[in-house]
């Protein structure tokens, strides 16, 4: 059975957002949404015709219902993006894929230092899309002109023996100057956050829509956790021998440790599997992180992996933007779970951002002492970026 669309039992929550039980068949970003694919296609052809009309292809076959005429007030029939922290570890093979995204007219790569070599470098791919660099503060406003998509992995990184939220005391201030800014210049876009710790950085965003009285904001700011996704797909193929396509593991939760809770019991194939390798699985999905961090030893996180989770994601989003129903895990603000303003689940995206919110749906007994136990650390999260928003 497939949870598509609205269905007449669907729920709205806060944001306008509405909730839908997830159906068992749901599975991300529709399985179509390849980024790499995208790029392989180009490479090598003289024309990018092809990729656009294998692209086109795809979309006309999609359970369309919005066009680009009918959408409201997010206009998006010539995508601008923009990077910010994109001459970074994750920033810079980011913004090359997302230059090879056929939908993307306009690249605007924005940094505190670095980034007019990096457009430099960009700018002599032949795809369509124009890319410019931006540097400091003073250039920031004209990199955000216009933009339909913002994408922020902009902060410092962690390194061995550091937790996420490690990082809080740097990288919070540089989220809330960046979203400010953004709720100024392009209040509509989409953002995506990468800049860790997401599950504070998400709140602190909203925050500061919040106070600019922008409304409905919440459908369209989005912490990425496509990785934890990307991840435990690919560990759940290597394990059971399947083709990693095929694989769809929903992640519900957050972004750090225990809080990132892969649901196996709802993967896609179905799968049998001892309950002690379950629980080795998860965990080795809640350290994936720290196990890249560890074999960096020093050089930062995850980069390319990263670039790569973040390019499907913004794939899947401008696919929404563009009326496509793409189904996505997503880091949001949400009723789902009492007691927590803020949780990562299944969400289709469409036009205005998030359109619906999944239920959790059914789950082992081992996921739901899962969600309990993460409940304490994400509520500290979230409650730590809002306050240092306010503030
Ligand atoms: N959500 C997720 O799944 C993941 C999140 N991350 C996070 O992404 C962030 C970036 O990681 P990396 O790219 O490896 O770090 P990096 O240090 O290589 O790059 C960060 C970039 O941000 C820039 N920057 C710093 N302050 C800025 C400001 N105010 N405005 C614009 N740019 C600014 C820096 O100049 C640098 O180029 C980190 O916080 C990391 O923890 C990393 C991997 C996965
Ligand atoms: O582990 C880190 O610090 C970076 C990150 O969020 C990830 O790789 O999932």
Do not use: W
């Not at 159906?23 to 490479?43: D, K």
């Not at 209040?187 to 709140?203: F, R």
């Not at 965990?283 to 890249?292: C, D, F, H, S």
């Amino acid at each position: 059975m497939q949870a598509r669309a609205v269905r007449p039992s669907a729920r709205r929550q806060k944001g306008g957002k509405a909730v839908c039980s997830a159906g068992s068949g749901l599975q991300a970003g529709n399985g179509q949404h390849h980024v790499l694919r995208s790029v392989q296609n180009n490479v090598g052809r003289i024309e990018r015709s092809a990729v656009s009309a294998s692209v086109g292809a795809r979309r006309v076959s999609s359970t369309s219902s919005v066009g680009y005429a009918s959408r409201g007030a997010v206009a998006c029939s010539a995508g601008k993006v923009a990077v910010l922290g994109a001459a970074g570890g994750i920033g810079q093979p980011l913004s090359m894929l997302v230059k090879m995204l056929p939908s993307v007219k306009e690249l605007s790569l924005y940094d505190i230092q670095g980034t007019k070599g990096v457009a430099a470098d960009l700018s002599h791919c032949n795809t369509a899309c124009k890319v410019t660099g931006y540097v400091g503060e003073e250039e920031l406003t004209s990199a955000l002109e216009g933009c339909d998509l913002v994408i922020i992995p902009a902060g410092v990184p962690r390194k061995p023996g550091m937790t996420r939220d490690d990082l809080f005391n740097i990288n919070a201030g540089i989220v809330k100057s960046l979203a400010t800014a953004c709720a100024e210049v392009c209040p509509n876009a989409i953002l995506n956050i990468i800049s860790n710790p997401v599950n504070s950085t998400v709140p602190i965003c909203n925050e500061v829509y919040k106070a600019k009285g922008i409304t409905g904001a919440s459908a369209r700011i989005l912490g990425v956790t496509t990785l934890d996704i990307v991840r435990s797909n690919t560990f759940l193929a290597e394990e059971c021998g399947l083709d990693v396509d095929q694989v769809d593991v929903p992640v519900i939760g957050g972004h750090a440790g225990v809080t990132i809770l892969p649901l196996l019991s709802q993967m896609r194939p179905k799968v049998q599997l001892e309950n002690k390798r379950i629980e080795e699985l998860t965990t080795r999905i809640q350290n994936a992180g720290t196990e890249v961090v560890e074999a960096k030893a020093g050089a930062g996180s995850a980069t390319l992996s990263m670039a790569y989770a973040a390019a499907r994601f913004a794939e899947s989003c401008l696919r929404g933007l563009q009326g496509d129903k793409v189904y996505e895990c997503a880091y949001i603000e949400s009723s789902l779970i009492p007691d927590l303003e803020y949780f990562a689940s299944k969400v289709q995206l469409g036009p205005n951002g998030v359109e619906e919110v999944f239920e959790v749906g059914q789950v082992s007994d081992f996921e739901q002492q899962g969600i309990e136990g993460l409940i304490p650390e994400l509520k500290k999260s979230i409650a730590k970026g809002q306050e240092f928003a306010k503030n």
